[in-house]
């Protein structure tokens, strides 16, 4: 699975932005599909998780009622809306496949296989 992310920048606090993460390469809707992130001299970290039934979807808590993951499989693409955004949101965003069907959901980054190049994503105060 190849992975491209998209829709970063440098935005002001209490700003929206939305970011894409197109996939090819093997059936995307077996994948779950996750956002995580990495702050300049911190671990990687867990956002949010969109399951391949799309069904179930799953935020950490410091983006809850902020981030709002989704998936279109026609399309082949994962999104993160994010609202509200603060400074402490500011990190490099990756996007995640994990091979779905018959697993259990994870958050664990090092249970997802496929990685996209990263997106920087910059809150100003």
């Known amino acids: 699975v190849q992975l491209v992310e998209s829709g970063g920048g440098l935005v002001q606090a209490g700003g929206s932005l939305r970011l894409s993460c197109a996939a090819s390469?093997?059936?995307?809707?077996?994948?779950?599909m996750g956002w995580f992130r990495q702050a300049p001299g911190k671990e990687r970290e867990f956002v949010a998780v969109i399951r391949w039934s799309a069904g179930v979807t799953y935020s950490a808590d410091s983006v809850k009622g902020r981030f709002t993951i989704s998936r279109d499989n026609a399309k082949n693409t994962v999104y993160l809306q994010m609202n509200s955004l603060k400074p402490e949101d500011t990190a490099v965003y990756y996007c995640?496949?994990?091979?779905?069907?018959?697993?259990?959901?994870?958050?664990?980054?090092?249970?997802?296989?496929?990685w996209g190049q990263g997106t920087q994503v910059t809150v100003s105060s």
């Open positions: 390469g093997r059936t995307f809707s077996n994948y779950d």
């Open positions: 995640a496949a994990r091979w779905g069907w018959r697993s259990s959901l994870s958050i664990t980054t090092n249970e997802y296989a496929y």
